[in-house]
């Protein structure tokens, strides 16, 4: 990378050296930034996905589920829907992190957001 190459786009940052662009590309803060934008928490309805891309069977029946927010499954087929959808656009957007070099290439934890880049359904 040439002197302008240690600008991170995501996070406004700049590095000095390589040593410094790597420390801040495997930082949390960074990472975040990969995956959520300022415009998200308006775009988005439901909750955050939890880590099962399926309805809950309790919800299903009752209308009501005794886990509230804490549940990992979907409560009604919008929230799956929207689920579905905003796991394609994390997708995209750490495609194109990676793309630009704004990743390690062999990183693959994500703390939380590990689960939506998991293929399984």
């Given at each position: ?7 991170c ?12 662009w790597?420390?801040?590309?495997q ?15 308006s ?11 399926r309805?809950c ?22 929230e ?8 394609e ?8 992190a990676?793309k ?13 957001y ?8």
């Amino acid at each position: 990378a040439d002197m302008m190459g240690y600008h991170c786009w995501l996070c406004g940052k700049n590095s000095n050296s390589k040593k410094q662009w790597q420390q801040h590309i495997q930082s949390e803060k960074h990472k975040e930034k990969v995956f959520t934008s300022d415009n998200d928490s308006s775009c988005w309805n439901y909750r955050f996905p939890m880590g099962e891309f399926r309805l809950c069977e309790r919800f299903q029946k009752t209308k009501g589920c005794p886990e509230g927010e804490k549940c990992n499954f979907a409560h009604g087929q919008d929230e799956l829907t929207e689920w579905l959808d905003r796991r394609e656009v994390m997708k995209q957007k750490l495609a194109k992190a990676r793309k630009d070099m704004l990743l390690c290439p062999r990183d693959d934890d994500f703390g939380k957001y590990n689960f939506l880049l998991c293929d399984s359904i």
